[in-house]
């Protein structure tokens, strides 16, 4: 018997071992902002913000109906993004997301109209519970889409359904400007990110090509 265990454990040593290396090994997360331009210099939530016009990134997506970006976000929680038509939108309406606010377990929209720096109103359009969206560790990369009818989706890389999906009855929402801010917390962003590594465009239609005799 102690003969036929000294003749086992070599086996399964190498079974073990021969498991080990065929683990495939873990990605880099951060190779998903390959080609992305990044902002690590974020204003506070009342400073002015620099907003970006999308028509001037190298990777805008549009379909007849609609019009995308993607980017991404770094950070412990309150990730947070305007967009809008206008670079300077003071006395104007911008639409707000903060992801993952409430300490990472809620997300917030708002219709966001600004005066000046310090003098603002937040009309609250969804809150929806979205646990542990935001990493300090890895980025959360995400497409971004407007429709003309005014619905808008934020679609996580590698899947097909939005996580966050809210609609502003009142006002045509545009893509035209983006800005990236902060609460209390320092995060960094990536934007203008190249659109085909997302895999959100990927169909699920099998083509089987038959021969018939």
């Keep these: ?6 003749m086992l454990v070599p086996f399964l040593v190498l079974i073990a ?3 080990v290396s065929s683990t495939p090994q873990l990605r880099n997360p951060f190779e998903a902002v390959r080609g992305c331009l990044q902002y690590d210099t974020v204003p506070g939530y009342n400073e002015t913000l620099e907003y970006f016009a999308t028509d001037n990134f190298r990777y805008v997506g549009r379909t007849h109906n609609s019009k995308y970006i993607r980017v991404g976000m770094v950070g412990p929680t309150d990730g947070i993004i305007r967009f809008g038509k206008s670079r300077f939108p003071y006395g104007e ?10 300490a990472n377990q809620n997300s917030e929209v708002n219709r966001h109209t600004r005066t000046s720096n ?10 929806q519970l979205t646990p542990n969206v935001l990493s300090k560790t ?3 990369m995400f497409r971004l889409e407007v429709f003309d009818n005014g619905n808008v989706l934020l679609t996580k890389d590698g899947e097909k359904r939005p996580f966050l999906e809210f609609n502003d009855n009142r006002q045509r929402l545009d893509l035209d400007y983006i800005a990236f801010t902060k609460w209390n917390h320092e ?4 934007y203008d990110c190249p659109l085909d590594t997302d895999a959100n465009g990927v169909d699920d239609t099998v083509l089987l090509k038959c021969s018939l005799a």
């Design 187 to 190: 995060l960094f962003y990536y």
């Design 93 to 102: 309406s911008v639409s707000e997301i903060c992801l993952s606010g409430w």
């Design 1 to 6: 018997m102690k003969q036929l265990f000294f």
């Design 17 to 19: 071992s021969s498991a």
């Design 138 to 140: 890895r980025p959360m």
């Design 118 to 127: 310090s003098e603002y109103v937040n009309t609250p359009l969804k809150i």
